[in-house]
Structures are given as structure tokens and as C-alpha cells.
């Protein structure tokens, strides 16, 4: 079997709680709290995040005590998963404009940290 076999799975933001204003933490803003789907598996409790150091925006999946179980290891499902978040904040109310540190011409609001999803 190849992998032209299988159709590409794509995330679906199922639903998401923004928060406004955003939540304060050690260092960054909660954006907003969501559930995702990618493919037949159901991720509960992903993070949008802004940090405050640079005005990054990333999507966290959440943690179990202190560590983080889930990852996103694929860099172009990473920044899918990204834009559908984006997508479904902004939809809701969301705007990253108005976050304090957001810098944000519109391309720039999408960036993934491809080099460590933990």
C-alpha cells in the first residue's frame, strides 16, 4: 500500500473558548482553549498561545501533570493545525491585533515552533 492510498488528514477545530481578555501566564497569553480533531483522534484542550518575549503565536496541546503527551511532529500539520485555530478564533471574536503585544501584520500571525512541539 502507498501513501496515495490514504487520504490526507487535516485538523478540524471542533470548538474553541476565547478568551478576552486573553489569560496572563508565566510569560505568555492564553488565547484561547480548544478542541481539535485529526482524523479519527479527538485532541481536547490545545492552547492558542502568544508570547509576550517575541509576540509569537503557537497552538499547544495540553499537558498531563508536567508533561506534554501529545506533539505535532509534521511541520506542514503543525501550521494546518495553526490556521484552522486562527480561523476559528477570529470567528468567534477573536482578535489578535488587540493583544497587547501583537505586532501582527496579517501574514505574520501564523508561525509554528517546528523545531520543538513538547
Same mark, same amino acid.
Given at each position: 500500500? %502507498? /501513501?496515495?492510498?490514504?487520504?490526507p @488528514?487535516?485538523? %478540524? &477545530? #471542533?470548538? =474553541? +473558548?476565547?478568551?478576552?481578555?486573553?489569560i496572563? $501566564?508565566?510569560?505568555?497569553?492564553?488565547m484561547?482553549?480548544?478542541? =481539535?480533531?485529526y482524523?479519527?483522534?479527538? &485532541?481536547v484542550? +490545545?492552547? @492558542? %498561545?502568544?508570547?509576550? $518575549?517575541t509576540? /509569537?503565536?503557537?497552538?499547544?496541546?495540553?499537558? *498531563?501533570?508536567?508533561?506534554r503527551?501529545? %506533539? &505535532?511532529? /509534521?511541520?506542514?500539520?503543525?501550521?494546518?493545525?495553526?490556521? $484552522?485555530t486562527? $480561523?476559528?478564533y477570529?470567528?468567534l471574536?477573536?482578535?489578535i491585533? +488587540?493583544?497587547? &503585544?501583537a505586532? +501582527? @501584520?496579517?501574514? *505574520?500571525? #501564523? @508561525?509554528? /515552533?517546528?523545531?520543538?512541539?513538547?
Amino acid at each position: 500500500m %502507498t /501513501d496515495s492510498t490514504f487520504p490526507p @488528514l487535516r485538523f %478540524t &477545530v #471542533i470548538s =474553541v +473558548a476565547v478568551h478576552s481578555p486573553p489569560i496572563e $501566564a508565566a510569560g505568555a497569553r492564553l488565547m484561547a482553549h480548544m478542541t =481539535v480533531q485529526y482524523g479519527a483522534i479527538v &485532541v481536547v484542550g +490545545a492552547v @492558542l %498561545t502568544q508570547y509576550e $518575549a517575541t509576540g /509569537d503565536i503557537r497552538v499547544k496541546m495540553p499537558m *498531563s501533570g508536567r508533561n506534554r503527551r501529545t %506533539t &505535532v511532529r /509534521d511541520p506542514e500539520a503543525a501550521q494546518q493545525l495553526l490556521e $484552522a485555530t486562527l $480561523a476559528a478564533y477570529r470567528a468567534l471574536g477573536g482578535n489578535i491585533a +488587540a493583544t497587547p &503585544v501583537a505586532k +501582527a @501584520l496579517p501574514g *505574520s500571525e #501564523i @508561525l509554528c /515552533d517546528h523545531s520543538r512541539n513538547a
